[in-house]
């Protein structure tokens, strides 16, 4: 009697796994080629444990060489971390970019595309990434990048912000 | 390690029981939530970018600042994830393949209990105290003064204004009621170190709660549902939204019957999980806009 019990409970068990399990195959089949996509990716991505930590330049440094609120123009911090600070700009309550600086020496891979950019902007390399990025590598190591967020903030005007940064204070970071 | 980050945006469901409860939010807040979901979709969406070289480029950063622990993107995680997991489990197993269907609110009833006014409110503040958390562990303290943190947390718009949404609708108004927000200073104020010790939600995230005893952590939710009760109200007030109008917005795929009121809450705790499911959005849009700023 116990016996048979205990089958009618595995037997319960196993269709319930199989319900349950069933639905998450149904739910997870859709994604899987992007999952297995990724999965490759990331085993060729090397850890970010391979840099020098210490070395990099908390985010916080940043902040004051960002350009400030006005004409219309609201600046709203949203990220600081180590070797980033980021913030977006927004007038009228919309955002228009978002303003960036990051220490390379966290991703130094991202150094690379100034090598052979033959634009300078206050003497600084400029690069241009995608359809919405440009940026410039301030005293070969610090990136500064503005981002467009509304369709008509124009390649032209993200390269008249990343002016509105104080680059020159930010190169004596590196000093 | 848990689960990889693009694995999990990969894996949110686009039409569940979750879903439907945030898209009842629509009403309150128009426009202000897409379920986006699917890493390279997120990427594309916060981007704006469609060359698939660089998609890989800023996805690949994502996936490498997601796996470095020292960022602090795994704990926030796991923030969303524990804080939505207490009591979902007999949830789960009573709506097992029901989830796209009109949810038999009235088969599970049964089996639910409506949580004590004190465990109700500590949930509340927990919940709270997660979003603080876990916006600190994202985005750390950004800008040099009070005022720019201040700023940053009153920028939240998307799933994370709609995760707050949620938060006064679903864990405030309907399980408390109109004045959720005195009673919640009623019980906080009553509150001792042993009630939280023994409350399921304080012990599973205790140890990601700013304080070094329990005693501090009191003193630290007590500052947080300090914080936001303002904007709380505020927000309720504005908006005209009432337990009724929350429920009515549910009903369309829910059946609540009127004398079954009291349990709803419990309904929505054991069968949504709506705060992991924003939380993996807004961790995935802040992972995505730094990935694309550093490469």
């Known amino acids: 009697m116990m016996r048979k019990v205990s089958t009618a409970i595995g037997a319960l068990l196993l269709v319930g796994l199989l319900v349950v399990g069933g639905c998450q195959l149904t739910q997870s089949k859709a994604s899987q080629p992007d999952t297995a996509k990724w999965e490759q990716i990331e085993e060729q991505t090397s850890a970010i444990e391979t840099v020098d930590k210490q070395a990099v330049i908390n985010g916080g440094e940043f902040n004051k060489f960002f350009p400030s609120n006005g004409d219309g123009y609201e600046r709203v911090y949203t990220q600081e971390k180590d070797g980033f600070a980021e913030a977006k700009l927004k007038q009228d309550g919309n955002t228009l970019a978002m303003l960036s600086v990051s220490d390379t020496v966290s991703n130094p891979a991202a150094v690379n595309k100034y090598q052979n950019s033959d634009r300078t902007l206050q003497g600084y390399p400029l690069a241009e990434v995608g359809s919405t990025a440009t940026s410039l590598l301030v005293a070969d190591r610090l990136q500064v990048k503005v981002l467009s967020r509304d369709t008509d903030f124009a390649p032209s005007d993200r390269e008249a912000w990343l002016e509105k940064f104080d680059l020159s204070g930010l190169a004596k970071l590196v000093d | ?295």
């Not at chain 2, 795994?74 to 524990?82: D, I, K, V």
């Open chain 2, 1 to 295: 390690m848990s689960k990889p980050i693009y694995e999990l945006v990969n894996n949110l469901p686009e039409k569940n029981l979750t879903v439907f409860v945030l898209r009842s939010l629509d009403k309150i807040l128009p426009g202000e939530w897409e379920n986006i979901v699917g890493f390279e979709n997120t990427i594309r969406q916060v981007t704006g970018e469609s060359d698939a070289v660089l998609i890989e480029q800023i996805g690949a950063r994502a996936i490498q600042l997601y796996n470095d622990k020292s960022e602090g993107y795994q704990r926030a995680m796991w923030l969303y994830q524990t804080i939505d997991s207490t009591g979902r489990a007999l949830g789960q197993a009573a709506l097992a393949g029901k989830v796209t269907e009109n949810v038999p609110f009235l088969s599970i009833v049964n089996r639910l209990t409506p949580k004590p006014e004190k465990a109700q409110t500590i949930d509340l503040c927990m919940k709270l105290v997660t979003e603080i958390v876990a916006f600190c562990k994202i985005n750390g303290i950004p800008g040099d003064s009070v005022g720019d943190f201040v700023k940053a947390l009153g920028d939240y718009g998307g799933e994370s204004l709609v995760r707050m949404a949620g938060l006064v609708c679903f864990d405030g108004l309907v399980p408390l009621g109109p004045n959720f927000i005195k009673q919640t200073e009623t019980v906080l104020g009553n509150l001792t170190p042993k009630d939280l010790e023994s409350n399921p939600a304080f012990k599973a995230i205790k140890d990601a709660v700013p304080g070094n005893k329990t005693d501090d952590q009191l003193t630290f939710i007590g500052a947080s549902f300090e914080s936001v009760k303002g904007w709380m109200g505020g927000f309720v007030e504005s908006k005209g939204i009432t337990p009724q109008g929350v429920v009515a917005n549910i009903r369309t795929f829910v059946d609540i019957a009127d004398d079954k009121m009291d349990y709803f809450g419990a309904f929505l705790d054991i069968s949504t999980n709506y705060y992991e499911h924003t939380g993996v959005q807004t961790l995935t849009r802040r992972l995505v806009e730094r990935a694309v700023a550093e490469i």
